[in-house]
């Protein structure tokens, strides 16, 4: 079991291609975030205002801890050109405590 602070979870949001690069820059400065993978471009499909868009966009994938869902959520509204911003997060429920503790470490000011 992990203590409160590393508990690690994994936030998955979209931009469209060439944001999402500055947006996860931001992220890891302001310590919201220990990582971001943004992979590459891809086709999204989805229904939006009662139609069917067809985008290229990209995935970024967001490591931080728990207890900093908030202030990156509220931030990533800030940052993200979208009006509703994918936000979708999941738990790490393990990992290797090395990496957990990293996690907590990078979003948190040292002690």
């Known amino acids: ?4 602070a590393q508990q690690v979870a994994i ?6 291609v060439g944001h999402a ?3 996860g820059k931001v992220l ?3 310590q919201l975030a220990a990582c971001v993978n943004v992979l590459p471009a891809m086709t999204s499909i989805y229904r939006w205002r009662g139609a069917v ?3 290229a966009e990209e995935q970024m994938v ?3 801890s728990a207890d900093r869902l908030g ?30 503790k990293w996690v907590g470490v990078s979003t948190h000011d040292a002690v």
């Not at 936030?11 to 469209?16: A, D, P, Q, R, Y």
């Not at 940052?79 to 738990?91: A, C, D, G, R, S």
């Open 71 to 100: 202030d990156l959520e509220t931030r990533l509204r800030e940052l993200h050109p979208y009006e509703l911003p994918e936000f979708l997060v999941i738990t790490a429920d393990a990992g290797s405590e090395a990496y957990l």
């Open 21 to 23: 690069e500055v947006v």
């Open 11 to 16: 936030v998955l949001t979209t931009f469209s």
């Open 28 to 30: 890891v400065e302001e």
């Open 62 to 64: 967001i490591k931080t």
């Open 1 to 4: 079991m992990t203590h409160p």
């Open 53 to 55: 868009h067809q985008e």
